[in-house]
C-alpha cells in the first residue's frame, strides 16, 4: 500500500514563477461570472455567425484552499466546460477566473505554463484517457519532464512514488495501460495529476465508468490524499451522492447557469431549488427511510432543453412544476437563502423570502 | 445545402485555373523537346522552324502566352490548337471522351459486381480458409501492374497473338454506334485488366468494414429483433459499410475518367488517356493543358458530386 | 410453471488468451408479469446470460450448457430458424446505448415496421400504423413527424422510448433490458423506469432487468438475483435480498454506495480488490480473496446455492446465524449513518 510521504521531493516542487503571488485571505480558486459562448457558424467560406451556444452563463464560486466543491448537473449543462474554463483549457468569453489571487482569465499559453504545476486535471474515462503506446512510467512522468523538472533519475524516483501513492506496484513502470483494470488505469490518471504536487486538481467525473466496489475504493483514495496533500478539489460528476460524499459545498448547474448552491449536509435535507428536488428524487436509492421519503417521486416532464436556445426567463420553468407567469419572463437572481446556501428561484421550495445578501 | 454546392462549384473553378497555370510554369520551365522543330519533321531549316514558332505564338512571352489561352479558355470555352496538327484540341478530347467512358464504365461495373460479393463472404467468414484465399489472391492483382496484367491477358487470350484466340487483341476498338458486339468484345480485356486491382482493393475494403459494422450495436439489435441473418448482413451491415466505399468509387471514376492512360496503352484505345501519353510525347502544350484540364475538371467534379452524395447516404452528414 | 426456466447454465468461450467462463451453473427463473433483476458489476456473467436465453451467443468458439426454458421448450435446443421466430416475438430485448443500438441510417419508422413485419405479414401502411400506436404508447411527442426521424435526431430519453417501443411493439411475453438507463441522466431514468413500469402493467410483461445499481433494482424488480464472476451469489424476493442480504458481497455492495444517508466525515466500505477474470476464476467460492469472512473452507469447496428462508437462496459457506447476524448489522449500518 502507500508509503507516507510528507514533503515533495527535492528539487521537483517549484513556485509558480512569473507573477503569481501567495495572498493569504482570499479564496484559493474564485470564478466568477464565468461565461463561455461557442459561435454556431454557417457559409461556405468564412463562417459567418448565426447565433452562439452559452455552454456556460454567468456562473460564480469560491473554493478555499484545502475545500472541495461538487459540481452537479446532468448532460448539457456546462459542467465539463466549466472546468476546462477553469483549468484554461478553455479561454472564457466573460468573467474572471482567479487563482490564487491572481487573475488568470487572458493570461496566454507561455504566462500559464508554470501554473500547469500547479493546477490539475483527472479525466473521466480511464480507457481513453492514457495514451495506450506508453508505458504508465512514461505517463505518469510525462508531466514532470514537461514542466523540466528534476533529473531523470529523480524523475524515476518520484514516478514510482507516486505509484505506491496511489496503490499500485512500483515495479510496473514499464507496463501498458492495457495491462490494468479500469480501476487501476484511473488509478494511474490520478498519479500522473498527482506527480507535481499539484494545489487544485479538477476531477471531471473520476468515478462514474468504474464498477461501484471500485468507485468506493477511488473515493476514499481521493479523500485520503486531499487531507495528506492539501489539496482542493472542484469535483464533478452526476451522481448526487458520490458529490455529496466528498464535497464540503455543492453547485448544481443547470443549462450553463448554477440554480443552487449549498453545504453539502444541507442540499439533501433543504433543497431549495425545484430542479435539485427532482435530482434528489430521481435518484434511485436502496435505504429503506430514503425510499420512503422520496416516495413522492418528481418525475420531470420531457428532456433538458438545447442549450442553443435556452427557455427565456427561468431556464428550468418548462420543466418545473411549480412555474407561474413569471418564470417565463424573469430570470430569478442567485441569493443567499441563509447559511451560505443560495438558490436562483421565484418560488423557492423553503418558502421563504430571499435575503438580499450578495452571493458568495 | 444550396450554398454549399455553390460554394464548391466556385472553389473548383478557382482551382481549375491553378491547375491551367501550374501546368503551363511546369511545360515552361523544365526542358522538353521543341514542338516547332518535332512540327517542322526531319528537313527541317531554322527558318521553318521559326516559321513554325511564329504560326504556334511560342515566340511571345510566356505570360502573354498564358494570358491567351486563359482568355480562350473563359471566354470561348476554346482550348486551343494542337501544335502537331493544328486540330481543335477539344474536338479532339470530345471525339475520345465516349471511349474512355466506355471503359471507365464497364471497370467500373466489373470491379464493383466483383468485389461485393467477395467482400461479403469473406467478412461473415472471417478468417476461414476461403477468406484467405480471396484476400491472398486480391494481394496478388492488387500487386500487379496494368500493364503486366494486360500483355499477359492478349498474350493469353487475344485473337492475332494470343494463345488462345478468344478476343480481340489491342487496337481492335470500335464504337458502339458502330457495331455492338465488337464494342463489347474488344472492351472486355481492358476491362478485366483495369478493374482487377480496383475490384482486389474494394473486396479488401468492403470486408473490412463490412466486419467493423457487424461489431456494431446497432447489429445485435437487428439480430434481437429476430431478423434472419442474411436480412441482418445485407440490409443493416452492408447498408452502413458500403456508403465509404461508394464515395470511395465515386472519387476513383472521375480521376478514371481523366484517362486510364496505361490501359489505354497497352490496349491502343483510342481515349482521353492515350491522347494525354501522345500529347506529353510531343511536347503539344494545347492537348497536355487540354487532357490535364479535363482530368482536373472530372476529379473536382467527382470529389463535389461525392460529398454530397455522402449527405443523401448518411442522414448525420449535413452541410 | 415459470414463464422463463434457466436451468444449470454454463457459457463458455474460447479466446487466445484461454476459456472464459462467462456463465458458471446459472439457475434462474421468471414468472409472468414479473420482474426480475439481476445485479453485478463489469464480469458477472448477467449479459452473457440474457444473450444467451436471445440466442445471440452462438458463435463459433462458444459451448452452452444447460436449458433455457421457456413456457416448457429449451432454446437452447431449437435449430437456428425457429429460435428466430422466438426471439424478438416472445422474447425482446433493448440495451444499454440507444444511440448506438438504433441503426443510424435508416428512419425510425422502417426500423419499427421492420421489427413487425420480421414476425407478421402486414402490409406497410399496417405496420405503419402500428408503429405510429407504439410511438404513441412510449409516450413520444408528434410520433407521426417522429417517424420519419433518424435516430441521432433524438435525444438520449427518447432514443430509449423508441427502443423500448420497438421492443413491445410485437407484446412479448418476457422483455430484457441490459442496463437500459446506464447512459442516461438521472431524471431521464426516472421518466423511462417509470415507462418500463407503466408498459407492464399494461400489458403483463416480464421483465428481466439487468443493472448494476442497486437502486434502480431496489425500486423495480420483484425478484432479485446478485451475480459474482459467472454465478449467482444470492437470489430471493426483493424485501429479502436488500433488507435481510445474506451473502458478503451483497452487503459489500451495499457499504459501498455513497448512500444519502451515508455520513461525509467516514470513509465508504469499499470491497477490496477487483473483480477476478473469467479465464482464472478463482478455485472454491470466487469471491473467497476479496472476502472479509473468508474461511478455510471457501478456498477449496465452491458453495452451493442452498435456501435459507422461503424462496431466498444464498451460496456462501458462514453459517446461517452467522449470516444473518451480520446481514443485519449491515442493514442497520446503512439506516443509522447520518
Given at each position: 500500500?502507500?508509503t507516507?510521504?510528507q514533503?515533495?521531493p527535492p528539487?521537483v516542487?517549484?513556485?509558480a514563477?512569473?507573477?503569481a503571488q ?5 479564496p484559493f480558486?474564485?470564478?466568477q461570472?464565468?461565461?463561455k459562448r461557442?459561435p454556431?457558424?454557417r457559409?461556405v467560406?468564412l463562417?459567418r455567425?448565426r447565433g ?8 460564480s464560486?469560491?473554493?478555499?484552499r484545502?475545500?472541495?466543491l461538487?459540481l ?6 456546462g ?14 468569453t466573460g ?9 488568470i482569465t487572458?493570461?496566454?499559453?507561455r ?7 500547479e ?6 474515462d480511464p480507457?481513453?484517457s492514457?495514451?495506450?503506446?506508453r508505458t ?8 514532470l ?12 524516483a ?5 505509484l505506491?501513492v496511489v496503490?499500485l506496484?512500483?515495479e510496473h513502470y514499464?507496463?501498458y495501460p492495457?495491462e490494468?483494470?479500469g480501476g487501476?488505469r484511473?488509478r494511474i ?10 494545489k487544485l486538481v479538477v ?11 471500485i ?5 476514499n483514495?481521493l479523500?485520503e490524499?486531499?487531507v495528506?496533500f492539501g489539496l482542493t ?6 451522481d448526487l451522492?458520490?458529490v ?8 448544481v448547474?443547470?443549462l450553463?447557469?448554477i440554480?443552487?448552491l449549498?453545504p ?9 431549488h ?5 435530482l434528489?428524487s430521481?435518484?434511485p436509492?436502496?435505504?429503506t427511510?430514503a425510499?420512503?421519503r422520496?416516495r ?7 428532456d ?8 427565456s ?11 407561474t407567469e413569471?418564470c417565463?419572463a424573469?430570470e430569478p ?7 451560505g446556501?443560495l ?6 421550495l423553503?418558502?421563504?423570502t430571499p435575503v438580499q445578501?450578495?452571493?458568495? | 445545402?444550396?450554398?454549399y ?5 466556385l472553389w473548383?473553378a ?6 491551367s497555370?501550374l ?6 520551365v523544365?526542358p522538353s ?11 527541317a ?12 505564338g ?8 498564358y ?13 486551343g490548337?494542337s501544335y502537331?496538327n493544328?486540330?481543335s484540341?477539344k474536338?479532339?478530347?470530345f ?5 474512355t467512358l466506355?471503359l471507365?464504365?464497364?471497370a ?6 466483383a ?9 461473415i467468414r472471417p ?9 491472398g489472391?486480391a ?5 500487379a501492374p496494368?500493364?503486366?496484367l494486360?500483355?499477359?491477358?492478349l498474350f ?13 487483341g489491342?487496337?481492335?476498338y470500335?464504337p458502339i454506334s ?5 464494342w463489347f468484345?474488344?472492351?472486355?480485356m481492358?476491362?478485366?485488366v483495369?478493374?482487377?486491382?480496383f475490384?482486389a482493393?474494394y473486396?479488401?475494403?468492403v470486408?473490412g468494414?463490412l466486419?467493423?459494422t457487424?461489431g456494431e450495436d446497432y447489429?445485435?439489435?437487428?439480430r ?5 441473418e442474411?436480412?441482418v448482413?445485407?440490409?443493416h ?5 458500403l456508403?465509404?466505399?461508394v ?6 471514376i472521375g ?20 491522347y494525354a501519353?501522345?500529347s506529353i510525347?510531343?511536347s503539344?502544350l494545347?492537348?497536355i493543358?487540354?487532357?490535364v484540364l ?12 461525392v ?7 448518411d ?5 | ?5 434457466i436451468?444449470?447454465l454454463?457459457?463458455r468461450?474460447a ?5 472464459v ?19 453485478g458489476?463489469?464480469?458477472s456473467?448477467k ?6 436465453v436471445?440466442?445471440?451467443t ?6 452452452i ?7 416448457g421448450?429449451?432454446?437452447l435446443?431449437?435449430?437456428?430458424d425457429?429460435?428466430q ?7 425482446a ?23 413487425i ?19 404513441t ?11 420519419s ?11 430509449q422510448?423508441?427502443?423500448i417501443a ?20 438521472v431524471?431521464v ?5 417509470d415507462l ?9 410483461t416480464?421483465?428481466v432487468?439487468?443493472?448494476?445499481d442497486l437502486g434502480?433494482?431496489?425500486e423495480?424488480a420483484d ?9 449467482i ?7 429479502a435480498?436488500i433488507?435481510r ?5 451483497t ?6 454506495l ?8 467516514e470513509?465508504?466500505h469499499?470491497?477490496?480488490g477487483?473483480p477476478p ?5 478463482p ?19 465452491q458453495?452451493?446455492?442452498l435456501?435459507?428462508t422461503?424462496g ?23 439506516e443509522?449513518?447520518?
Open positions: 500500500m502507500r507516507g510521504t514533503a515533495a528539487s516542487s517549484g513556485v514563477g512569473n507573477g501567495r495572498r493569504p485571505g482570499v480558486l474564485a470564478v461570472d464565468l461565461e461557442f454556431l457558424t457559409g467560406f463562417g455567425e452562439h451556444v452559452h455552454a456556460v452563463d454567468g456562473v464560486f469560491e473554493i478555499p484545502g475545500g472541495t461538487g452537479v448537473g446532468e448532460s448539457g449543462c459542467k465539463s466546460t466549466v472546468a476546462r474554463l477553469v483549468t484554461r483549457l478553455l479561454e472564457p468573467g474572471r477566473v482567479v487563482y490564487d489571487g491572481n487573475d487572458h493570461w496566454k499559453t504566462a500559464l505554463r508554470p501554473l500547469r504545476r493546477i490539475q486535471l483527472v479525466f473521466q480507457y481513453s492514457l495514451n495506450p503506446r504508465v512510467g512514461a505517463i505518469v512522468a510525462e508531466p519532464r514537461l514542466q523540466h523538472l528534476g533529473t531523470r533519475t529523480e524523475r524515476r518520484r514516478v514510482r512514488e507516486m505506491a496503490g506496484n512500483p514499464n507496463r492495457h490494468f483494470s487501476q484511473q490518471g490520478i498519479a500522473r495529476a498527482l506527480v507535481t504536487t499539484p476531477a471531471d467525473e473520476p468515478v462514474s465508468a468504474l464498477d461501484v466496489s468507485q468506493a475504493q477511488i473515493l483514495m479523500a490524499l486531499q495528506e478539489y472542484l469535483f464533478i460528476a452526476h451522492n458520490v455529496r460524499h466528498i464535497s464540503d459545498r455543492i453547485a448547474m443547470y450553463g447557469k440554480v443552487e449549498s453539502a449536509d444541507e442540499l439533501h435535507v433543504r433543497p431549495i425545484p430542479y435539485t428536488e427532482a434528489l430521481a435518484v436509492t436502496v435505504e427511510s425510499r420512503e422520496l413522492g417521486r418528481v418525475v420531470l416532464r420531457g433538458p432543453p438545447s442549450p442553443v436556445a435556452p427557455p426567463g427561468c431556464r428550468f420553468h418548462t420543466r418545473c412544476r411549480y412555474a413569471i417565463s424573469v437572481p442567485l441569493v443567499d437563502h441563509g447559511g446556501h438558490a436562483a428561484c421565484h418560488h423557492p423553503d418558502g421563504r445578501a450578495t452571493a458568495t | 445545402m444550396l450554398r454546392i455553390v460554394g464548391r462549384i473548383g478557382f482551382l481549375l485555373v491553378v491547375v497555370a501546368t503551363f510554369l511546369i511545360f515552361t523544365f523537346a521543341d514542338p516547332a522543330a518535332l512540327r517542322a519533321g526531319r528537313q531549316t531554322p527558318e521553318l522552324i521559326a516559321q513554325i514558332r511564329h504560326t504556334l511560342l515566340d511571345r512571352p510566356v505570360y502573354v502566352q494570358w491567351i489561352f486563359l482568355k480562350g479558355l473563359v471566354l470561348h470555352f476554346d482550348l490548337y502537331q493544328s486540330v484540341v474536338s479532339q478530347i471525339t475520345r471522351l465516349p471511349v466506355s471507365t464504365a464497364g467500373f461495373v466489373i470491379w464493383m459486381l468485389a461485393i460479393p467477395i467482400g461479403v463472404i469473406s467478412a478468417r476461414s480458409l476461403l477468406d484467405r484465399a480471396t484476400m489472391a494481394l496478388v492483382a492488387i500487386s496494368v500493364y503486366f494486360g500483355l499477359i491477358a493469353l487470350f487475344s485473337n492475332d497473338i494470343g494463345v488462345v484466340h478468344l478476343l480481340p489491342a487496337g481492335t470500335a458502330v457495331s455492338p458486339w465488337h468484345t474488344s472492351l472486355l481492358p476491362w478485366c483495369l478493374a482487377a486491382a475490384a482493393f473486396a479488401r475494403m470486408r468494414n466486419i467493423d457487424l447489429i445485435r439489435t437487428a434481437a429483433k429476430g431478423l434472419s442474411r436480412r448482413v445485407m440490409r451491415g452492408l447498408r452502413a459499410a456508403t465509404p466505399v464515395t470511395m468509387a465515386g472519387l476513383d480521376i478514371l475518367l481523366g484517362g486510364a492512360i496505361l490501359t489505354e496503352t497497352v490496349f491502343n484505345i483510342p481515349g482521353i488517356g492515350r501519353y501522345d510525347i510531343n503539344d494545347p492537348a493543358e487540354g487532357t479535363f482530368g482536373a475538371f472530372f476529379i473536382i467534379t467527382a470529389n463535389i458530386f460529398d454530397i452524395l455522402y449527405a443523401f447516404l442522414p448525420r452528414v449535413r452541410y | 410453471m415459470a414463464l422463463l426456466e436451468q444449470d454454463h457459457v468461450f479466446t487466445r488468451d484461454g476459456v467462463h462467462a456463465v458458471d451453473g446459472v439457475s434462474l427463473s421468471v414468472d409472468r408479469g414479473r420482474t426480475l433483476g439481476i445485479v458489476e463489469s464480469g456473467g449479459s452473457v446470460t440474457a444473450l444467451t436471445m440466442g445471440l452462438r458463435l463459433p468458439n462458444a459451448t450448457e444447460g436449458h433455457v426454458l421457456l413456457d421448450v429449451d432454446l435446443g431449437l435449430p437456428d425457429e429460435l421466430k422466438v426471439r424478438g416475438r416472445r422474447v430485448m433493448i440495451f444499454q446505448d440507444p444511440l448506438s443500438s438504433l441503426h443510424p441510417l435508416y428512419k425510425i419508422g422502417w426500423q419499427l415496421g421492420e421489427a413485419q420480421a414476425h407478421e405479414h402486414v402490409s406497410d401502411k399496417a405496420a405503419r400504423a402500428r408503429a405510429l400506436a407504439a410511438l404508447e412510449v409516450g413520444i411527442p408528434s410520433p407521426a413527424e417522429r417517424l426521424s433518424y435516430p441521432h435526431e433524438l435525444s438520449g430519453g427518447m432514443r422510448r423508441v427502443m420497438m421492443a413491445l411493439v410485437l407484446d412479448p411475453e418476457i422483455l430484457i433490458a441490459d442496463e437500459p438507463t446506464t447512459a442516461l441522466d431524471t431514468q426516472a421518466q423511462i423506469l418500463v413500469r407503466a408498459l407492464q402493467a399494461d400489458h403483463g416480464a421483465v432487468l439487468i443493472t448494476h434502480v433494482i431496489a423495480t425478484e432479485v438475483a446478485v451475480m459474482y464472476a459467472g454465478r451469489a444470492e437470489l430471493g424476493p426483493l424485501g435480498v433488507d442480504p445474506e451473502h458478503p458481497y452487503w459489500g455492495l451495499l457499504q459501498s455513497p448512500g444519502a444517508e451515508t455520513s461525509r466525515s470513509p465508504l469499499p470491497i477490496d477487483a477474470s473469467l479465464i482464472s476464476v478455485t472454491g467460492c470466487a469471491f473467497h480473496p476479496r472476502c472479509p469472512y473468508v474461511l478455510p473452507v471457501c478456498p477449496a469447496k458453495p452451493a446455492l435456501e435459507t422461503a431466498h437462496t444464498v451460496a456462501c459457506h458462514l453459517p446461517t446465524a452467522l449470516r444473518r447476524e451480520i446481514g443485519a448489522e449491515v442493514r442497520a449500518s446503512l443509522t449513518r447520518t
